[in-house]
């Protein structure tokens, strides 16, 4: 018996860049997080503290920088940019892994028309992605966090098993809610980045709303089946929905009913589903989610 | 000397509220964060330990809840509902304050149209109020949290005292970012909340986007002002800014030169700018603030 | 009527300094979070924009990390040096606010002994300060945050009155637990610093375990006059204990009784206990909270 | 081409359990947060809404409760008896992963002896586990969070390649400092957890104080390898570790040297080492890990 590295890798994370657009009438901004993390030949460093195949986190940081100076575009394609640089600039990296977290702004209205330069976060759902460059090819990811979503009735759940730990009541009509986290996989590394991101999102909420649901797994199933028969480019995605229990507040002690009025939004515990929906075709995902 | 007992007060925090509106064509919800903190004669509890003057936070929660089982309204009025009944119900609960934290919702589009019953979660500043009954008189305070704003450029900061230990370098043209926290004490305990919330909330957007700015402290009076120009029933705001910094970052050693377009946004430390505007003759304000 | 500028003050806030002692046999580390807030003759920079007095917030942020070159010492003697500085050479200071948070780290064990410079972080309570200098004289808080402690039994809560809202049953053995946040002031501006926050830390937490409570209201008082008694230099303390529920999880509906022994942790809501105790011939507290 | 369901699981996240141990001369308590995640036949449920093999996620919290009345014991065991009864109760239900984060406390000091029932939240480091049970065999994990170290020497990073982005200083002499993240995987279902748990603990910590490094990469080695070599049941551990960025502060333009005394400690961005060290007669992991 020996002991060995195993999987490794290693980056900079969380870079905050915003970049200000000014050439045209007006300013536009684009405020990212980006996370680099590379991997490849790293015996070395790890085994006797050599560096001399590292490529310091401090340069990646840089790098982000650097490349922003010439614009950023799609999220997407600044992401493909910086993995496909860092594998090809350093022999000993042989994969990279670049993940960007896009925050949304809006822009102000001042005097009554469209700011020129001024800006509020806006708050509805956060456009993600994730690119893995291995060399020879290029995988992928989409997505949106923190898009907290509820629908106030279409929501049912009953007809569960009950065992001996079972006091849960069936339930005709309830508050169904959640902060959706979707990744979806591209099947292409070029496409209209833009267009499949709101696509996708449209056609993510207009299920949610849409579907009268007897669990949160019915309507993680009719999102994602909504993207990928809207989206052709997406080959899967991927769900993580905790149900964001909201209890309806007994009221009878205090001689009042309450029809589906009052209810109690709760932190913890918390339903949480997880689930996959793809193509049957889809191709293999390869290192795209690892 | 003896030790004796202070100021005091106890409340059940955070009570997290869901109503559904159901009786028209669409649902409608109101999302509330409601804090109550009740004050009195509580020496004996502090010293004795006897409890019949504690009115429990349990009973202060079940509160909250049932009286939003006859609808809530604007979150002014429900605070100062739940104030006076507290006061007015407690022999020992000399003073109450109520305060409430709304937080936001969108309608989404479903099918193309408004949706009936589904909604997402909007990140666009949150609404709050904070509501002091003494068994006499109400004070109300408005507000708003988490707006967070940016001008990319229309900031400078030059001019400053340079004593030795100043190394910052005078800048003509800046981002100014920050995260407003404002807080204004309106002098009127009946009022069109909503319309002074909207109106205020417009009116310090506009101001924070016109105002051409040598120091944040400059906006900030620039918004303090605007509001109460534009709010006769508002008597004093108080802001909470914390400057954003969002530094140039030197492209040279890459051979880049950067006109003002990438910069990196810094967690922390950041600059504090706190501050109050109001009425010469703003009427005192009593115990609102404590 | 005119709008006019109320209260201001501004600053860096949350410089994260951390000081490596390497004189001695041992390194020793100190590790704070250091915000400083100034206030004075601010007219200008908020009417006009003019921004001659005002020492900018970089400035201070220096002058926290090149104050710390000569050591740091006791928090309460660092946040003193800074305040004075800031006043005594800034004719347009007035005043000085310097707030310390001290993270706390233990040495670590390697090979059997003491380390010489290896640490972890520790999580029993974080030792704060806030200083307040106004050209003439210093106020000088000390604290403690983050300091988590239980009851598993020890606690009632029993007596309290029942009105229409009120379903609470009585209990006569409970948990009582709470995340301590105390802040005391002191009567000096000089003190074996040291010294005193040990005793105070040491003397709440045994009153915190000795009490048999009624209330967390009594064990606020049983904290705050223990430490009165135990530390001279200390004429006021303020708590904010939040009562981090633990209810009985009812576990009849599988045949199983509960005698104390199985608990839900709640997060919210909670109750919120805040409280003064002083002596009654405590000097006044001049600008110390404010 | 068709859409079809990939892999899904559900459950119940974050159940906050504490139990109190009353039946010896001394308190004791447990605080744990148990998360339970199920799956298996669950088409029925995504596709057509019928819930007849959906164990409710209220059940399982039930069930977390309910098998606490029996006691705990070890975090890995209580983990094991749970997912094996999900498994082996509901004929629907393949495999379940559970879970644990366990709080750490400290027995308070009353009356200057150990307390009876009084405890204060200790921070070095909170225990976890996961345990997957497929209705044939479990894997164990355990592993530390929230573990922050650091060296205040003994730290050097240089020799690294130099592109056109690189500005990074050589450095023989830094702080190394990180929120050690470890989970490691026990080639075994039984064990002594208690006395596994705290020799890897303690071996990983006097291998992170021992390590003189060259990089982050070396010291994740040397602990993973001390850990290995010290507890023969564990077969492999992956860490995560964020290097938390002390930068020595320029104090030249003070007219100050820094001899390695007075850095400023970083948020963000911040580097991300991730590795894995294991014996290369590990077993397969299995599920273990997904």
Redesign the interface.
Known sequence: ??????????????????????DGDE?R?T?LTV?V?LSGD?SD???????????????Q???V??F??DGIGEIEDFALRLARHFVS??ESIHAARVGIVAHP??R????GRP?H?????????TRTTRVTYDGERAWVLGGVED????????SE????????????VEVKDR?LATAVSATWRFSVDEADWADAHETAL?TL??A???TH???L??T??AM??AV??AVPEIA?I?FSL??KH?FL?D?E????D????????????????????????APPAGPAWS
């Open positions: 018996m020996a002991i060995v590295l195993g999987d490794n890798r290693y980056g900079k994370a969380e870079n905050r860049l915003v970049r200000v657009d000014r300013h901004i405020d996370s993390s790293m460093t790890h085994l006797t503290g050599a560096n001399d195949k590292v490529l310091a986190t401090d340069t940081k840089n790098t920088f650097a922003a100076r600039t350093q702004w809006e102000l209205q001042v005097g700011a330069h001024s800006f509020a976060r806006s708050g509805a759902g898009l907290t979503v509820l629908n106030s009735t279409g759940f009953w007809g569960f098993p009950r065992d001996e730990y079972t006091t849960l508050i449209a909420l207009d949610f709303g849409g649901s007897q669990s797994q019915q993680l199933y994602g089946q990928l028969e899967e991927r905790p149900n909201h507040v009221l002690p205090f001689g009042l309450n029809p589906g009025e009052v209810f109690y939004a709760a932190d913890r515990p918390y339903g949480l589903i997880e689930g996959t929906v793809l193509r049957d075709d």
